[in-house]
């Protein structure tokens, strides 16, 4: 029924229940399962005076956030016996992101958590 699953990651707890629910379904079916994680920026506002300025966090930090989720991830999906392949785009649109994975590899399906951001 399913020939390749993609499912959306950013290490909520509803993306981990996606995770598990796409790891079922694809030892269910023989499914590639592809791994996609968007980190969005997220920024800390600091006020200054009267004013408040935006600080984005360090391309570095966002990398070793990223690569903690990935990390989770494929640690799940090995015990299901599963070999995913991994897709980490930074800086991109995380809806396009999934979408562009989804339609490369002709995906049937894509899971996700509800927006756990």
Do not use: N, W
């Not at 699953?5 to 950013?10: C, M």
């Not at 200054?48 to 640690?75: C, L, M, Q, W």
């Amino acid at each position: 029924m399913f020939t390749s699953i993609v499912v959306a990651l950013d290490g909520s707890d509803p993306s981990k229940k996606a995770l598990e629910a796409a790891c079922t379904l694809a030892k269910t079916f023989g499914a590639e399962l592809h791994l996609v994680h968007a980190p969005q920026i997220e920024t800390m506002a600091v006020a200054v005076g009267y004013s408040v300025v935006t600080v984005p966090p360090s391309p570095e930090a966002i990398a070793e956030a990223g690569k903690a989720v990935v990390d989770e991830a494929t640690k799940a999906v090995a015990a299901h016996e599963i070999t995913p392949e991994i897709h980490t785009l930074p800086g991109e649109d995380p809806t396009d992101t999934i979408l562009h994975i989804a339609k490369l590899h002709d995906a049937d399906l894509i899971v996700r958590g509800r927006r756990g951001l």
